[in-house]
């Protein structure tokens, strides 16, 4: 059976994690870093690099979305890094249960001023980033400042997780594997996905086979995916993709380790793509999101429109007719509606009765117009943010230049 993948609409065709990926390459950097001496950390935020300086090497992350490679170079003096105290050294690294994030820890001697205590990778969709973190989680330093919502990643700032998909269950007997799939909702792909750890459109495919419905066979791979580690580069999209596991791909190529794999995928794969700055990335984002939150006040507008102008003609209405009940000078005036009860209009204390009336219709006439003209904003917002979107996605993949965007 040849091993596929799926396509993931926006994400870069660089390489690609999953949470198999990063608990495996958080495993052989724990081997390879844990107890040796950390001497720098530095981060480029044009670039998007995350570089650890230790005593015989550097390690360089390339955490742009068109990258997500990782090289081993010969350690170099960074006027930019910031400088560990003698005797610094990494502890653990580690990943997350069955998310793309990845934790560095360190151990310093206590100095004047903060106290780096660990490096966050985040390696989700193509939103990667790095955050330096002092013993108290504030983010000292970071590749991407972000807000999001709740989460403001922030010199300063206290560092918050993203936010956690639904648990899913990493399954070690054959009973629990065929109760789930014999109780759950949905067919065999829905279900690994949604409930079984480690699972992801990167290693799906394997774990169906070729036999639908075959429940012991998915079991029996599922586990040689998480039980053995085979280092290996597979081919997708005329790149190489580093993996854990050969994932029946015929022309899998096995490595001694899984940064062998990545410093060949940098080496042998096609020719580098244009290279897009994170600002201008960034940029794209904001535009993004702007046309997106335009689009939903406009669609409120519009939602509401038609109404408003209803509500508002009718209480003139209701203010022409009861013009004599009104004192001039007055904010409010409460009147009886047409069906016996009461309502409570606003008015302006300095106009008439009956200018208050027409300034209500005049309001109610613009609303009018404005629900005749939503249809065509909203079109256009919508062409705006998809033009925005199409050249991120192309940008994503190396295909826009920076001179396009």
């Not at 404005?370 to 192309?394: F, N, T, V, W």
Request: aromatic share 6%; net charge neutral.
């Amino acid at each position: 059976m040849a091993g596929s993948y799926t396509h993931v609409p926006g994400v870069s065709n660089a390489i690609r994690y999953d949470p198999l990926l990063v608990r495996r390459l958080a495993d052989e950097l724990n081997e390879r870093l844990a107890g040796k001496e950390l001497r720098a950390l530095s981060v480029d935020a044009e670039r998007r690099e995350l570089r650890l300086a230790l005593a015989d090497e550097s390690l360089v992350w390339e955490l742009h979305p068109t990258r997500g490679t990782i090289s081993r170079t010969h350690p170099h003096d960074d006027p930019d890094a910031i400088r560990l105290p003698r005797g610094s050294t990494i502890t653990l690294v580690g990943a997350s249960f069955d998310e793309r994030i990845l934790t560095i820890g360190v151990r310093a001697r206590a100095t004047s001023g903060a106290l780096l205590r660990s490096v966050v990778v985040e390696l989700m969709t193509n939103q990667w980033n790095a955050l330096a973190l002092d013993d108290e989680g504030r983010i000292l330093t970071l590749l991407w400042r972000r807000d999001a919502g709740a989460r403001v990643l922030q010199p300063g700032e206290v560092y918050s997780a993203p936010g956690s998909r639904p648990a899913r269950h990493e399954i070690v007997k054959l009973e629990e594997w065929q109760h789930t799939f014999s109780s759950a909702d949905g067919d065999a792909r829905e279900i690994l996905l949604r409930d079984i750890a480690y699972s992801s459109p990167m290693n799906v495919g394997y774990l169906l086979g070729n036999k639908s419905a075959d429940v012991d066979g998915m079991f029996t791979r599922y586990r040689d995916l998480l039980d053995n580690v085979v280092p290996c580069l597979l081919p997708h999209n005329g790149l190489l993709q580093p993996y854990p596991h050969a994932l029946a791909f015929k022309d899998a190529r096995v490595v001694p380790t899984l940064l062998d794999a990545f410093t060949s995928s940098t080496t042998e794969s096609a020719a580098p793509r244009n290279f897009i700055s994170s600002d201008a990335l960034g940029a794209l984002q904001y535009r993004i999101r702007a046309a997106e939150g335009r689009i939903r006040k406009l669609n409120v507008e519009a939602e509401n429109a038609a109404p408003e102008a209803v509500r508002l003609r009718a209480g003139a209405d209701l203010l022409l007719s009861q013009l004599g009940q009104v004192r001039r000078g007055s904010n409010k005036a409460t009147l009886s509606d047409f069906a016996g009860g009461e309502i409570t209009i606003d008015l302006d204390p300095a106009l008439s009765p009956a200018e208050n009336a027409a300034r209500i219709y005049d309001a109610a006439r613009k609303r009018e117009r404005a629900a005749e003209r939503m249809p065509a904003l909203i079109a256009k917002a919508e062409q705006e943010r998809a033009r925005a979107q199409r050249l991120y996605d192309a940008a994503l993949l190396g295909e826009a230049s920076a001179e396009q965007i």
